[in-house]
């Protein structure tokens, strides 16, 4: 059995997630969380929420995943958001082309070749069906839009979709968002929900499904605005595969410094760089394996007509390396469409430090003399006036001045063109914000977690698989067992795991079944410490036998004053501020036994 | 402007929840939530998820939005889950046939009378259409099915539907789910996520939406299992609105307890009666006035025929009383048709505490014998055999024993039959649970905290509108404010907010406008709790002003310790254990001021 098969087995066995209506054969992109799973992913998101929403100050929103058709004709994924399709003329099984392609020839980046050439290669390689194995050469590749479509209301009059990404239900509120900023840019405004892609041919567990949850957050900040505060992330070291990297197919990747990359050229935009600052302590902090992790420039063929300078943070799984997140500069491009397509104002105005006062020759001619004179014709006078004050105010120093209409010549007097030099005081301008977005794929981030925390190793001789979650993303903090039901054991056990419960901690208590098999158990499921109640607990001197899932090994903590700062402690562990080790050492508490003490003998 | 009105327009300019997409004129039914809103809604869904499933021990899951075809077939939905709808032959708007006959006539539920019923009525009334006024009488009125479809993958070989309640994600994973139960009964699942209706005409703000969050537990019992724990519970006062009253148009609620409602038969299910019980606790935890909350029967005829007995919970919004949570009994019917749909089991292996001894009848027929004799029909004579033991074993007492196949009777000698009463050991048997679900529609909730908490007042001669919400839902728990930005304060308040930010509070600092504005805008977003950063505080004696929100009354909080304790006992009020008046008890704090005290005049 591979890591990856002990994974995908684990993960159905203990509750992390599966397939979803297997019952019904399953239906391939769609999976459901189970207990733990659904814990693992609140966790992640809350700790996204966290860093990259409270920690900024930035707004949080949540809008619907059906969104009428006119926001994609605006966006441009009613056009644009399509993958090549190909339908077997054997089977009638639908392929991703672009896949049939990359997976029997050398090509890397099928899709950047479009659909001609595509159909070209399937021929030229006389490409077979996978399902069926019928000849594929001549059949035709054509765009298919991946994006769900329904109907809202009765009949079909009001096409909607299930939204491709949350950005849409924040960029669409845009008017709104900037008031309650108070018109102030930048602001940042995120959204951690449900997002669709009816995928063609949806593979690899998590990766590629057909609903997912994002995590996107949308800074928008002026395009001649001061760049953010480096300090903080200047110094943070990342490890980067930019451009040039990847088209001299070197393997290597560039250990620098968000300070360096930025100052190098290597990364374009300082919000860029800020956010993979942020971003890659985030992912360290959340438990992605740093020897596992890059990030990846887009080739200039691979980025959004709109976009200036991309990085996708990418993780290695299965031996793969997959885009986790995505940085993206979005220019004005959203909010420009809406305004256009909308007919709304998608700007913020931003008042001058001191209004502006400009000089602009103007006329205001006098109509009792220009309509009798001109009759019908007077309106084009006035304009023909008005255009040559604005073009050559010089020519009215006279005492005429001549306009043309229709290839005639007339001569104004001077005295009724009302002509003068006003002065104008304009006190700031409305300007469309730039588009900042880090993009974090939940389930991706979630599998990542899920595959890095992934360990094997040997307890007293016994193999032992167990998940090295952090504290703060663990779907159970503390497992508190009973030695035995019995002897007032689980009463004491109970009252333990009560208090860490009114501590806000997620607790699971369990009874049944050997010490040693409990605490396999929640090491599978990522469980951080185990608290055990025996009799020395119950009719001894009240201790507890603390257990640490990563070094399987255990201590005594003394009742009374210890236990209770124990207690106190595990919020600094919860929170990621303190490790194990520290705490024990804090609290002087020495391992007295490995994962098969003396205490496990008694437990059948 | 009413109270209504005020409540919408506070809504959408403090950011709690808007009409989505409005800058393209919006579509009815779909609502965006702004940032104080999405994080009300998300301490609503905490606030559920600690009380209905981790103090109850029960899991939560998180499955698709989008489910196949299938799972609906099963489910019923595909047949049943419709409006009666009918078109204008005028303009072709869309009417909800029923509510066009309950806003023009008497009748109550025009829906269970049928849509041919209901064209009849609204012939016999004269209806006209509501939006051009063309006489609907002859119209027809047909069943128009409220999910929205769509299609997964290429093509429409798969339809897929989004899914109208979450529960259908849970009762399809039951084999996978009962097993983490480690099949014992009973054991609850729970879900909080989005569903759809494809609603023919919404209405009425958060109330009656097309896409909207449930938080739904389906709890699994054993149809003969033992009733609840109803200790807990049993003295909880509810206000019931049964059957009898309804029908009996009596506008009197039963005010009675737990415990008698069960006693005197009112309320059927000692389930039922359990979950009334901690779901009023829970209402009234959360903020919901209990002058304007019951619980009403379902009437026979608004129940689902697999239903025994179901009540809601019903607040009273703008002078309507409106559903905010279901609980029913749903009995088998689901895991009965998945289990007929999937042909996968759908029931729990209840071993019996001893395991149970049958003797059954047997034949073992000597075929060396029969297949000489009987040749091809052998077979029919083995099958004979069978059915007459299991039927007459008493026949089998002779010498021979007759069989008749196909009209022809053949005497077999009793000697090769292999006849026997065998005994049996059964150790338990496969049960199909019952499920009782509490159903909770989170945006009816949000919608009744909100309106519940908006209170009017007047301080110090100037009006007040505040939303006196509960610490553990308020969006901002701590408003911490700098005097004026300068001498120090505002980097004093940061250091407080951070303080309180490192303790997990969701906190706002704010330091532009007079304290007066900043006190009246978290007065309106519900934040329970200011603390202002004066002069005093950074060159006096390091006191701080405590501002609450509900009687505006302002405290001086000495430094030091006594600021250290207040910090402390916020952790307690945040989590409904304590109330403000108890702390400042407690601390010893006294009211300097009311809500325009001294220092708002240095503000400016």
Request: glycine share 10%.
């Amino acid at each position: 059995m591979t890591d990856h098969d002990r994974l995908t087995e684990l993960a159905t066995r203990r509750g992390f997630y599966f397939p979803a209506a297997g019952a019904y054969g399953g239906v391939a992109g769609f999976y459901t969380y189970g207990p733990q799973g659904a814990a693992l992913k609140r966790n992640v998101e809350s700790a996204w929420r966290d860093r990259f929403l409270t920690r900024e100050d930035h707004m949080e929103v949540a809008g619907p995943t059906v969104m009428p058709e006119p926001v994609f004709e605006a966006s441009g994924h009613l056009d644009g958001f399509d993958d090549m399709i190909l339908e077997c003329p054997g089977c009638g099984a639908s392929h991703r082309a672009d896949h049939l392609v990359e997976d029997n020839t050398d090509i890397e980046d099928a899709e950047a070749l479009g659909t001609e050439r595509v159909a070209e290669l399937i021929a030229e390689h006389d490409l077979e069906c996978p399902s069926c194995g019928a000849v594929l050469a001549g059949e035709s590749v054509t765009a298919f839009n991946l994006m769900f479509g329904t109907n809202i209301g009765p009949g079909s009059s009001a096409p909607g979709y299930l939204r491709p990404e949350t950005a849409q239900a924040i960029f669409v509120e845009f008017p709104r968002l900037a008031e309650y900023a108070r018109n102030q840019l930048p602001f940042g405004v995120g959204q951690i929900g449900t997002a669709y892609r009816n995928e063609i041919s949806p593979r690899r567990g998590l990766i590629r499904v057909r609903e997912f949850t994002q995590a996107e957050l949308e800074h928008f900040v002026h395009p001649e605005g001061a760049p953010p505060d480096l300090s903080g992330v200047a110094e943070t070291s990342l490890s980067l595969y930019p451009i040039d990297s990847q088209q001299a197919r070197s393997a290597e990747h560039v250990e620098t410094t968000v300070g360096e990359a930025l100052e190098a050229g290597v990364i374009g935009s300082p919000w860029i760089a800020y956010y993979l600052g942020i971003a890659k302590e985030w992912y360290e902090h959340v438990g992605v394996d740093m020897d596992r992790f890059r990030f990846r420039q887009h080739l200039p063929g691979e980025r959004a007509h709109y976009a200036t300078d991309c990085w996708d943070a990418e993780a290695e799984l299965g031996g793969n390396w997959i885009e986790i997140s995505g940085f993206s500069t979005r220019g004005t491009y959203d909010l420009s469409r809406h305004a256009d397509h909308s007919g709304e104002s998608m700007t913020v105005f931003e008042p001058y430090e001191k209004p502006q006062t400009t000089e602009r020759p103007a006329v205001d001619p006098d109509m009792s003399y220009l309509g009798p004179e001109f009759g019908d014709r007077a309106p084009e006078v006035v304009a023909a006036l008005k255009e040559r004050a604005a073009e050559e105010p010089e020519a009215f120093d006279g005492e005429e001045i001549e306009v043309t209409i229709d290839g005639e010549t007339h001569a104004i007097p001077m005295a009724i063109t009302g002509f003068e030099i006003r002065e104008e005081t304009i006190s700031g301008e409305h300007v469309t914000p730039e588009v900042i977005e880090p993009s974090f794929g939940v389930d991706r981030v979630f599998a990542t977690v899920f595959e890095h925390a992934f360990r094997r190793d040997s307890v007293e001789g016994e193999e032992r698989t167990y998940l090295s979650l952090p504290p703060e993303l663990a779907p159970t903090f503390v497992g508190v067992f009973p030695l035995m039901d019995k002897d007032g054991m689980g009463e004491r056990a109970k009252e333990i795991a009560d208090a860490l419960r009114e501590r806000g901690f997620a607790v699971e208590y369990d009874d049944s079944g050997s010490i040693g098999r409990r605490y396999r158990r929640q090491d599978e499921i990522g469980t951080p410490l185990c608290l055990t109640v025996d009799y020395e607990s119950v009719e001894g001197d009240g201790s507890v036998t603390l257990r640490d899932r990563d070094s399987a090994a255990q201590s005594r903590v003394p009742a009374g004053e210890d236990l209770d700062r124990l207690l106190e402690a595990l919020a600094d562990l919860r929170a990621g501020r303190q490790t194990v080790a520290a705490i024990k050492e804090e609290l002087g508490l020495e391992t007295v036994a490995g994962d098969e003490d003396p205490i496990d003998a008694g437990a059948e």
